[in-house]
């Protein structure tokens, strides 16, 4: 929901009224993981999606039944083969959707304060569904239907990370509760066109994107206006203050020992879920055996995708990017990057954060 949340506002803010299909479960394959959420305004305006265009359709009819009655209500779709031929459910998955008329107030709060946010939770069965609580580090806004139902549910996020949304019963109530996700760290290290190329991509794909260059003359804003942040300094240096977690990425372009030594020592030994480094295979060959001369044992070497991206031929710098960026989503999701009509199992990878 919060990727649309200021258009639902803005809407709302217009006087329209809004329902809001939320994907609260799902079996087998889909489209989109839970928490993804497709809003119909009262006078057709359509916003995001839940199933690649699978079931949107049949949500629209569905959204005007829940303002007519004004009731949420949960809908099941893909349970049998004629109900998944209906909605367009070719790829076999079974999705639960809730839909419900949010509080133009509520979601004015919740856009507001969505900086603090840490979740926010819906709760989809009884009298009382529809209701939500936005939950803070110190404090809750909404509530779900009573003060123990709401204290259990904000204990249940308090007390555990939530990587992704989750369907739980608590304080005899079946809730959803999604976290808000925080963007992802890319940290680009050399200031060449291959790196603005970089940036471009990967804020398509929701990361922060800092560039680390040493030379001043290089690392300007002129040169990367797309880029979150430009910091001056030597990479192994910057990257030692760095916030980085399983989901930060590291790209060096640098193809310089004198950078790429110590810039790689530091990258391994963090908690980094990706270290790229550019540079041919003769490249990459001398540059580990240096890396080995500074003390890198073979595992921490393992841990470097180079040459950088996976293999369709890159040549410019927008397909370089390309490459790259598509080989750190197959690492996320523990997949090998190959051709699918080359390959059996699923289609989609495993659920990151």
Same mark, same amino acid.
């Given at each position: 929901?919060? =990727? ?30 839970? *928490? ?24 629209? =009819? ?10 949420? %209500? ?17 790829? *076999?998955?079974?999705? $639960? ?25 819906? %709760? ?18 909404? $509530?779900?239907?009573?003060? *123990? ?33 925080? #963007? ?15 940036? @471009?991509? #990967? ?6 994107? $800092? ?25 192994? @240096?910057?990257?030692?203050? #760095? ?5 930060? #990425?590291?790209?060096?372009? $640098? ?7 110590p810039l790689l020592l530091a990258a391994v030994r963090s908690r980094a879920g990706y270290v790229g480094a550019v540079g041919s295979r003769a490249t990459h060959a001398r540059r580990a055996e ?48 190959? %051709? ?11 659920? *990151?954060?």
């Amino acid at each position: 929901m919060l =990727d649309i949340l200021s258009r639902i506002v803005n809407l709302q803010d217009k006087g329209r009224e809004i329902a809001i299909a939320t994907l609260v479960e799902v079996r087998g394959s889909s489209a989109r993981d839970p *928490g993804a959420a497709f809003a119909v305004s009262d006078n057709g305006e359509l916003l995001g999606a839940i199933g690649g265009g699978c079931v949107e359709a049949a949500l629209v =009819d569905e959204a005007r039944e829940v303002m007519r009655e004004r009731k949420a %209500r949960s809908i099941s779709y893909g349970l049998t083969e004629r109900e998944a031929g209906e909605v367009g459910l070719a790829c *076999g998955g079974t999705l $639960t959707i809730f839909l419900d008329l949010p509080d133009p107030n509520y979601c004015a709060e919740l856009e507001r304060t969505c900086d603090e946010l840490i979740a926010h939770a819906l %709760r989809i069965d009884g009298e009382k569904s529809g209701a939500r609580m936005a939950i803070y580090p110190n404090s809750r806004f909404g $509530t779900l239907g009573g003060v *123990g139902l709401d204290d259990a549910v904000a204990r249940y996020v308090y007390d555990r990370p939530l990587r992704e949304a989750v369907r739980a019963n608590l304080g005899g109530a079946s809730v959803f509760i999604a976290p808000k996700r925080i #963007a992802p760290h890319m940290y680009v290290f050399g200031a060449l066109d291959f790196a603005a190329a970089t940036i @471009e991509v #990967a804020h398509a794909l929701g990361y922060v994107v $800092t560039l680390c260059d040493a030379r001043s003359a290089f690392a300007t804003k002129a040169r990367f206006p797309n880029a979150d942040r430009i910091v001056v300094a030597w990479p192994h @240096e910057f990257l030692a203050a #760095a916030p980085i977690d399983e989901r930060t #990425a590291i790209v060096s372009f $640098t193809h310089d020992e004198k950078f790429d030594v110590p810039l790689l020592l530091a990258a391994v030994r963090s908690r980094a879920g990706y270290v790229g480094a550019v540079g041919s295979r003769a490249t990459h060959a001398r540059r580990a055996e240096a890396l080995r001369q500074a003390g890198m044992t073979e595992a921490e070497l393992s841990r470097i995708c180079a040459p950088i991206g996976l293999d369709i031929g890159a040549r410019t710098p927008q397909e370089t990017a390309l490459a790259v960026l598509a080989e750190i989503v197959a690492v996320e999701r523990g997949r090998s990057g190959g %051709r699918l009509s080359h390959a059996t199992g699923a289609i989609r990878g495993r659920v *990151g954060a």
